[in-house]
């Protein structure tokens, strides 16, 4: 086995391997107090389980009054429960809506003061209310969310993570005065070797190059000392969410899985993809590794733009930027491409917008409705639209890998084939390897960035995306959903029934952790 792709196994399993240490540790505590207490304190034993049993009494009652998911809930009820000592600690580690008060309220102040750099333009949506009435309630929700909505577009969607790359380093290779990147993961490898070398020729020509990545997505894939090398060489460097630095969020949770890459504030990249080899498919992980981005030049690409400085802001301790620096350098030419950079994370919660606005895709499609997803484990109500719009005569088609990334969650995904098929949603399995593209679109609009249809996207991460109305895009996606679906095998309701009783139970059981997942 290659060594990239052994690191790439490990950092695929390591929350995991975490997690369950930790969970395991937490549970033999619970039964070493347990079995202590009935030798040593057989007398108050009574008295130390009602204490257990009034502290989940309230804990329940505490998570029966909060306004997160029904599913997120049950998982916990059942966890405090189930383990009266461990769950109450689990519960205080990972069972909370955000890190902690005053971090989410750091974050939050730094996203607004990043928003006060947008300016609306209420001619735009005047002609979106008189021309184009289609978008017009999702434009008005987006614009009421503090996102701008922009004209003045020229957007190419890329297929494949290599078309990507490709377009990308051309373009880092052209920037004149400076290079913004964020990205979930960075690995070591011949696609890192190259953005680097790339980078260094940048630096030396004077190029300003800010450098943003996830601690978590890059920690076992980079070496120990890599932002300081980075910082060594000129690249300006933040790590998001140190690990180091909140222990009780150790794992998965309130991560950065947002991938922007903004040139000159003229161009700006965003999609599914990462710094990592499979996703330009120079390595094998799980066969062919299919990801989509798109390419924007244009007026939208200043979203991306204040959503990298955003981020950037909050990585760092103290900064706060000139954002007037960072404006696109040229004039646009003018053209009916509307587009709308979109952002989300957990500081939002509950109520989220890019699930909303996900929501609004789907209510208001009438012909047809294509989303392509690695993940499809979905809350009922995200469930419902889908099943309204399929019951209304809307063809409804949904693309998932058929080899995965992570088992358990294949099996997940699987689980939430069941309801949809019933309902005449049409479900397709990508053979020849992975698909980890994120899209959805309608006949008239749609979105692609870095969004998965599951809880960790829509309440956990932080997530973007590029909303788009423009019917040669639109198509464009459309055009290359429907090739891929010439390498897709479809599940039927039958085939779906027919699966084995004892995946039956272990579905229905882990589907009750799915918002741990």
């Known amino acids: 086995m290659k060594i990239n792709e052994l690191k790439g196994k490990c950092k695929s399993h390591l929350s995991g391997f975490l997690r369950g240490g930790l969970v395991g540790i937490l549970v033999v505590m619970q039964f070493s107090v347990l ?10 034993t009574v008295y130390f389980y009602v204490i257990l049993e009034v502290l989940s009494f309230l804990v329940v009652i505490a998570l029966m009054n909060d306004n997160r998911c029904p599913s ?75 996102f701008p909505m922009f004209k003045n ?87 998001f969410n140190p690990i180091h630095k909140y222990t009780d969020k150790l794992f998965m949770n309130y991560r950065s899985h947002q991938k922007i890459v903004v040139i000159d ?18 390595i094998e992980r799980f066969g062919v590794w299919k990801d989509t981005a798109v390419r924007v030049f244009g007026e939208a690409v200043w979203g991306l733009t204040v959503t990298f400085l955003q981020m950037w802001e909050v990585a760092s301790t103290g900064e706060y930027l000139d954002y007037s620096i960072y404006k696109p350098t040229i004039e646009f030419e003018a053209n009916q491409t509307f587009a709308c950079v979109i952002s989300d994370g957990p500081v939002n919660n509950p109520s989220n917008p890019i699930e909303n606005i996900y929501k609004q895709i789907i209510h208001y499609a009438n012909d047809y409705l294509y989303i392509s997803t ?58 020849p390897g992975f698909i980890h593209a994120k899209s959805i679109i309608n006949e008239n609009c749609g979105v692609v960035g870095t969004i ?11 997530e973007c995306g590029v909303f788009m109305s423009d019917k040669k895009i639109i198509g ?20 779906w029934k027919n699966r084995p009783l004892g995946l039956k139970i272990y579905q229905s059981v882990l589907n009750i952790f799915s918002t741990q997942m």
């Open 265 to 282: 504030g003229n161009i700006g990249y965003t999609g599914g993809m990462n710094i990592a080899d499979e996703y330009a498919n120079l």
């Open 72 to 146: 997120f809930k049950i998982a916990w009820i059942c966890i405090v429960l189930l383990f009266p000592i461990s769950g109450h600690v689990m519960f205080a580690l990972w069972g909370k809506s955000t890190a902690n008060k005053r971090l989410t309220n750091n974050i939050r102040a730094k996203i607004e003061r990043g928003n006060t750099f947008f300016e609306f333009n209420d001619a735009i949506l005047k002609e979106i209310r008189e021309d184009y009435k289609e978008i017009e309630r999702v434009s008005n929700y987006m614009v009421s969310e503090g």
């Open 476 to 495: 464009d996606i459309k055009a290359d959903f429907t090739m891929t679906l010439k390498q897709c095998k479809e599940v039927t309701y039958a085939e």
């Open 153 to 239: 577009n020229s957007i190419t969607y890329y297929p494949m993570g290599e078309d990507t790359f490709d377009a990308m380093f051309d373009d880092i290779r052209n920037a004149k005065k400076f290079i913004l990147i964020d990205f979930f993961i960075v690995a070591e490898g011949g696609l890192w070797d190259e953005l680097h070398s790339i980078l260094l020729e940048k630096i030396k020509a004077g190029v300003e190059v800010k450098f943003l990545y996830d601690d978590f997505g890059a920690m076992i894939r980079t070496p120990k000392n890599f932002s300081k090398m980075l910082e060594s060489e000129g690249i300006q460097v933040r790590v």
């Open 374 to 431: 690695p993940y499809l484990i979905i809350e009922e109500d995200m469930q419902l639209a889908l099943i309204m719009a399929a019951r209304s005569g809307v063809d409804v088609r949904i693309i998932t890998p058929f080899i995965p990334d992570k088992k358990h969650v294949k099996i997940l995904t699987n689980y939430n084939y069941g309801v949809l098929l019933a309902n005449g949603i049409k479900i397709y399995e990508y053979t």
């Open 452 to 462: 998965n249809m599951d809880y960790r996207s829509f309440y956990l991460h932080y």
């Open 35 to 44: 079995i202590g207490l009935s030798f040593w304190l057989r007398s108050f």
